[in-house]
Nanobody, 123 residues
Framework: QVQLVESGGGLVQPGGSLRLSCAASGFTLKYYDIGWFRQAPGKEREGVSCMSKSDGSTFYADPVKGRFTISRDNAKNTVYLQMNSLKPEDTAVYYC????????????????WGQGTQVTVSS
C-alpha cells in the first residue's frame, strides 16, 4: 500500500532548473524522514538531500549545496527537490525515499523507495 511516485525529470541545458516531485500514498508523510538520492551510470547510489521528520533539519551533499533545495508539503503528502544551476555531472536517475528512523542520508538507512525519474543535463 505504501507508494512513492517521482515525476518532473527530463532533459535540460546546463544552468537550467527542474523541480522534482514525489507523491506519497498509503502512509502519513509527516511521520517519516525523507530523502532524495541519485545514481549515475557506473556509480553507486548517493544521498543528495535529506530532511528530518522531527525538526525539519536538512542535509545537502557538497556537490549540490547552494543549488538544490529539499522541501515537503505534509498536507499534500508530497516531497520536492528544487534543482537550480544544473550541471552535466548532475545527470542521474533521482529517487525519493522515506525512513521511519534514520541517522544518515545514505541509501541503506531508508526503507521505501520510488521508481526513479531520469534527469539529463546536456547541451
Amino acid at each position: 500500500q505504501v507508494q512513492l511516485v517521482e515525476s518532473g525529470g527530463g532533459l535540460v541545458q546546463p544552468g537550467g532548473s527542474l523541480r522534482l516531485s514525489c507523491a506519497a500514498s498509503g502512509f502519513t508523510l509527516k511521520y517519516y524522514d525523507i530523502g532524495w538520492f541519485r545514481q549515475a551510470p557506473g556509480k553507486e547510489r548517493e544521498g543528495v538531500s535529506c530532511m528530518s521528520k522531527s525538526d525539519g533539519s536538512t542535509f545537502y551533499a557538497d556537490p549540490v549545496k547552494g543549488r538544490f533545495t529539499i522541501s515537503r508539503d505534509n498536507a499534500k503528502n508530497t516531497v520536492y527537490l528544487q534543482m537550480n544551476s544544473l550541471k552535466p555531472e548532475d545527470t542521474a536517475v533521482y529517487y525519493c525515499a522515506i525512513a521511519d528512523i534514520s541517522n544518515s542520508c545514505e541509501s541503506w538507512d531508508y526503507e521505501y523507495w520510488g521508481q526513479g525519474t531520469q534527469v539529463t543535463v546536456s547541451s
